[in-house]
């Protein structure tokens, strides 16, 4: 991965912290000669753009460059994976009137095989 983009960060700008588990966007609020240091309080290496202090191969974090681009990606999914949640955990399908039910299968029977159907 490119990392020069790091060498020109200044505080105030913002960067993508991402891990194994979460993509995050945060503010620089300093810049030494070998650190940079987010809002967060995380510092990462100017040099490699991982977490200082981190040595855990499974679960390290590392800078990437901010984009408006993919800014609204990560908005995106985050708007689909909690969408999937809340559907998960609040729907109740024995309780949902049949009308409804049906209107919900119309609407995603495009997209999926249905068990026993053939192609």
Not at 73 to 84: G, N, P
């Amino acid at each position: 991965m490119n990392h020069e983009f790091i060498k020109n960060l200044k505080p105030g700008d913002k960067v993508i912290t991402h891990d194994r588990y979460n993509t995050t966007i945060r503010l620089v609020a300093k810049v030494t000669k070998t650190m940079v240091v987010l809002d967060s309080g995380d510092r990462f290496n100017r040099e490699s753009g991982r977490e200082v202090g981190r040595h855990d191969i499974w679960y390290w974090t590392s800078l990437e460059q901010y984009s408006e681009e993919r800014e609204n990606t990560l908005a995106y999914e985050k708007k689909l994976v909690l969408a999937r949640n809340f559907i998960r955990n609040n729907v109740s399908w024995k309780s949902m009137p049949d009308e409804v039910v049906l209107a919900v299968l119309e609407l995603v029977k495009p997209h999926v095989k249905l068990e026993g159907e053939t192609s």
